[in-house]
């Protein structure tokens, strides 16, 4: 095991490096006294650069941060709680979930009303993330109930699964159902974005996170038990089952609240975790999950900033910049630590 501290080190300098850079490059390109000015409230900054680093660029960087995290944590307890090195956040469903009910708000409600409630702006913006947030909640609901009443890991993976196949066969119902520009709405949100969330929203999130990803490192003594596998943990006085399902819901509820605000966001959740491993060579989950979390955001801020570059029109689609971006630099980790291991 490598010494934490200085990749711990490192990794904050470069998360602060890439914040900074975060707000300075974009789109539009603006000079370093205007983006310092509108940090500090300074009257003389032109309004146009006030609004673009405070109402856009702030925003999208203070949630790829604490969504990074909350992913790339979540993917970590899944991957712990089923010792199975490709799940992820959307394992059991839950992000399924959140898909299902935006598509009830986005699709069904403009069968229904005549009226899609996506396209009532702010009031729209909200149904959805509520409805996503209902939608994740109750699959995660499902889940927990199943968890009770089953033992094996595996047969509540493959459970989640069918959940997860069985909400997207609803949705694809209400595709078929629906008009054009209605299922445009839908697969747009599909692709997963940091720029929806503004103002009051972006202070909300940032606190349900601030507060979630506490909680979650608060389980790592479990974590670390449910490792030596059942019996084992069984014999150290740990309740397998209630661990289980404390492990499983802080997992869900991170997933909900972020496809909730976010988008459901590919990729990180399943393969943050193995680059965490890979760069800190151990599996103590007190090591690990402020690793996890740290590489996630580091990883988000990337994306967030590499998917909104100048020569583009708006921003590209996260989901298609965390996946050629994050693949790539996973893969090559992954590769010269198994040739390390071999040597």
């Known amino acids: 095991m490598r010494r934490p ?18 707000l300075l490059v974009g789109s539009v390109s603006l000079p370093v006294a205007d983006v310092v000015g509108a940090l500090l ?7 146009i650069s006030r609004n673009i680093v405070v109402q856009s660029r702030l925003p999208q960087t203070l949630t790829a941060i604490v969504a990074g995290a909350g992913l790339a944590v979540s993917g970590l307890q899944m991957q712990t709680v089923f010792r199975n090195p490709l799940a992820g956040p959307s394992v059991l469903g839950i992000s399924n979930g959140s898909a299902l009910g935006v598509a009830f708000v986005v699709l069904l409600s403009g069968r229904v009303g005549g009226v899609a409630l996506s396209r009532l702006g702010y009031l729209g913006e909200a149904a959805m993330s509520v409805a996503a947030i209902a939608g994740a909640l109750l699959v995660l609901a499902l889940i927990v109930w199943i968890a009770r009443r089953v033992k094996g890991n595996v047969t509540l993976l493959i459970i989640g699964v069918m959940i997860g196949y069985m909400a997207n066969a609803i949705i694809g119902v209400l595709k078929f159902l629906s008009p054009e520009e209605d299922v445009k709405a839908f697969v747009v949100w599909g692709l997963g974005s940091f720029s929806r969330v503004s103002g009051d929203e972006m202070l909300l999130f940032v606190v349900i996170m601030c507060v979630l990803l506490p909680v979650s490192m608060l389980m790592v003594k479990w974590m670390n038990v449910m490792l030596l596998g059942d019996r084992y943990a069984t014999s150290l006085g740990l309740n397998i089952g209630r661990a289980r399902l404390w492990v499983i819901t802080c997992s869900g509820v991170l997933v909900a609240i972020v496809t909730a605000y976010c988008g459901p966001i590919m990729f990180i959740g399943m393969a943050v975790p193995h680059l965490a491993r890979a760069l800190f060579r151990t599996s103590d989950h007190r090591i690990l999950m402020p690793a996890t979390a740290l590489c996630g955001a580091l990883l988000a801020l990337v994306c967030n900033l590499i998917a909104r570059m100048p020569g583009f029109e708006g921003a590209l689609p996260v989901n298609s910049v965390t996946a050629l971006v994050g693949a790539p630099i996973i893969a090559m980790v992954l590769f010269r630590r198994r040739r390390r291991t071999e040597e």
């Open 5 to 22: 501290q200085p990749l711990i080190l490192l990794l904050l300098t470069a998360i602060i490096l890439m914040v900074v850079v975060n």
């Open 41 to 47: 409230g300074d009257d003389t900054v032109n309004e």
